[in-house]
């Protein structure tokens, strides 16, 4: 079992850590749960990580009441970009759909998210309840993160218009919309040639499919369409489906 990771806004430099003579305390909520949750004890091992690459193997040293857990830095490194990068274009699904498209995705180790609010989704992103959906999204990114022991967490970016996610396929180095229309031409992603490298964009449509006015924009910006296979996934499991497949595809797996 891989140690627990907890998560640092701003984790410490070694030399610096060596230089205060001391133990470095995790507080707060995450120390809380460190210490309440887990039950952490003096010589177990956990990873702090400030979500973008940057972490540290700490032993612990101990606990002080119920939030504070003292730790032993022992190496602080930095995990490189993965390459080739997987952004998955979400369609907003009905809810909390959603969320388990993020989570099972980050899970999986998709590297960026976008919400993508299609012409045919039910759900709509707007005003406060829009900016609250973003906020879980992208808390539930941060937990899943933790959970799968990754650290460098999924970016979830700002929801998306059609014409935003028309440019960024535009820059990919391969780009695919995912759609089960058998009458409408598409190949499929487990024959597709692939990028080494570089960054590969997938756009999930929502429930009722995309659009055409939306498939046309997105293959003037260079996308194809391509398929799965014979059985329809919903669009809270597409996403988590094709980065597994690309995943082992590119040899990211391997």
């Known amino acids: 079992m891989t140690a627990p990771v907890f998560v640092v806004e701003d984790l410490p430099d070694l030399p610096g850590l060596r230089a205060s003579g001391g133990p470095y305390v995790l507080d707060g909520p995450e120390g809380r749960h460190a210490v309440s949750v887990k039950r952490l004890r003096a010589g177990e091992e956990v990873v702090l990580t ?21 730790l032993h830095l022992t190496g602080v490194s ?19 759909r959603g969320e388990l ?17 299609a012409s045919r989704c039910v759900t709509q992103w707007r005003g406060d309840r ?10 539930t990114a941060r937990e899943a ?15 998306a218009s059609s014409k935003q996610v028309a440019a960024l396929l535009a820059k990919a180095d391969f780009a695919a919309v995912l759609h089960e229309d058998r009458d409408y031409g598409s190949d499929p992603l487990a024959t597709a040639e692939l990028p080494a490298e570089g960054e590969i964009v997938l ?5 009722g499919g995309v659009s055409p006015e939306e498939l046309a924009l997105f293959e003037g910006a260079g996308a194809k369409a391509y398929r799965l296979g014979r059985t329809v996934l919903r669009t809270s499991t597409a996403g988590t489906a094709a980065t597994a497949l690309l995943l082992g595809r590119t040899g990211r797996w391997s």
Not at 203 to 207: A, K, N, R, W
């Open 50 to 70: 400030d979500g973008a690459g940057r972490h540290a193997l700490c032993e612990v040293v101990g606990t002080e009441g119920k939030d504070r857990l003292l």
């Open 101 to 117: 498209a993020v989570e099972t995705m980050t899970e999986t180790g998709v590297d960026a998210i976008v919400p993508w609010a």
């Open 78 to 96: 930095e995990e490189p970009p993965e390459s080739p990068r997987i952004t998955v274009v979400q369609a907003l699904p009905k809810g909390d």
């Open 130 to 139: 829009g900016l609250k959906a973003l906020a879980k999204w992208r808390a």
């Open 145 to 159: 993160g933790k959970q799968s022991r990754r650290v460098r967490f999924p970016e979830v970016a700002d929801a």
């Open 203 to 207: 756009v999930v449509g929502p429930e």
